[in-house]
């Protein structure tokens, strides 16, 4: 990290501790997870590096998930949502919707989860992202064993699809 900072490359320095935080998340080590990220961010923001920013948001969301924070969760993804749409970041747009998505399946709100999770696949699919696959898999599998949709989920997904 003193390298980055040493040769003054702030934006290296920003990428170094996202991928740091990925590394401590891996780990189980939350709390300097989130430190990293965090430093990420406002490094990122710093800089008036969106892309850097909507990816360090995605990140802190992924974290807020795994630690059981979905309201964090949402948050975080919702925000790195808005900038990803706001930038045309389809990679990143899906990676915020998927995170929305996931964070309302550790709810329990299953119905909104798969909302967001049918985006993630149309986005994957366009991109041609290798996830696509592995979130296909995850839709059929909820969809067998889950009840049918609730009013809201079905009247949601109709108007994604208009």
Do not use: C, K, W
Not at 14 to 35: K, R, S
Not at 53 to 77: F, I, K, Q, S, V
Not at 146 to 162: R, W
């Amino acid at each position: 990290m003193a390298l980055y900072g040493d040769l003054g490359d702030a934006i290296g320095l920003a990428h170094a501790l996202n991928d740091l935080g990925i590394v401590q998340q891996e780990t189980g080590d939350y709390p300097a997870a989130a430190a990293s990220h965090q430093q990420a961010l406002a490094l990122f923001r710093d800089l008036g590096n969106r892309l850097g920013e909507a990816e360090a948001l995605n990140r802190l969301g992924e974290l807020a998930t795994r630690t059981a924070a979905p309201e964090e969760a949402r948050r975080m993804h919702a925000q790195a949502l808005t900038i990803a749409r706001d930038l045309s970041a389809a990679f990143e747009e899906a990676r915020a919707l998927e995170g929305l998505g996931q964070s309302h399946l550790h709810a329990g709100s299953q119905g909104e989860a798969s909302v967001h999770l049918q985006q993630v696949l149309a986005i994957y699919q366009r991109i041609g992202v290798p996830g696509a696959r592995r979130v296909q898999v995850g839709l059929h599998s909820h969809a067998q064993t889950s009840p049918a949709p609730d009013s809201q989920a079905t009247a949601l997904t109709s108007e994604n699809h208009n």
